[in-house]
């Protein structure tokens, strides 16, 4: 589905890090999202919207404004979704995330 995506909009009152936009990211879909949890370390603005959770109306608004920002301009669209996935391969490629966590656990033996 995500190969088939443009967007991800996720209007979360609440997360952590949903892998959702990580899984997203790596096939170029731009996200949108409301900027709470550890969102804002990672969509960053050369590569996606974050947007203010509360009150909720803001997030309908600003999430409708980021889409209709990258439906004019396509050329915007193409350049984040290209960010996104160079961000995805940087961040959250497997190997990457095997290392990250083997480094961990060495450092929890320690």
Same mark, same amino acid.
């Given at each position: 589905?995500y190969a088939?995506?443009?967007?991800i909009l996720?209007?979360?009152?609440?997360?952590?890090?949903?892998?959702?936009i /990580?899984?997203?990211?790596g096939?170029?879909?731009?996200?949108?999202?409301?900027?709470?949890?550890c969102?804002p370390?990672h969509?960053?603005?050369?590569?996606?919207?974050l947007?203010?959770?509360?009150?909720?109306?803001n997030t309908?608004?600003?999430?409708v /404004?980021? !889409?209709?920002?990258l439906?004019k301009?396509t050329e915007?669209?193409?350049?984040?979704?290209?960010?996104a996935?160079?961000? /995805? !391969?940087?961040?959250?490629?497997?190997?990457?995330?095997?290392?990250?966590w083997?480094?961990l656990?060495y450092?929890?033996?320690?």
């Amino acid at each position: 589905l995500y190969a088939q995506s443009h967007i991800i909009l996720l209007c979360s009152s609440s997360e952590g890090f949903p892998k959702t936009i /990580a899984e997203a990211m790596g096939f170029g879909v731009v996200p949108i999202a409301t900027r709470v949890g550890c969102i804002p370390d990672h969509v960053k603005p050369e590569c996606g919207y974050l947007t203010v959770p509360e009150p909720e109306i803001n997030t309908v608004y600003e999430s409708v /404004a980021a !889409l209709e920002q990258l439906v004019k301009n396509t050329e915007l669209f193409h350049q984040f979704s290209r960010v996104a996935y160079q961000y /995805a !391969l940087s961040h959250f490629d497997r190997k990457i995330f095997d290392h990250q966590w083997q480094n961990l656990i060495y450092q929890c033996l320690s």
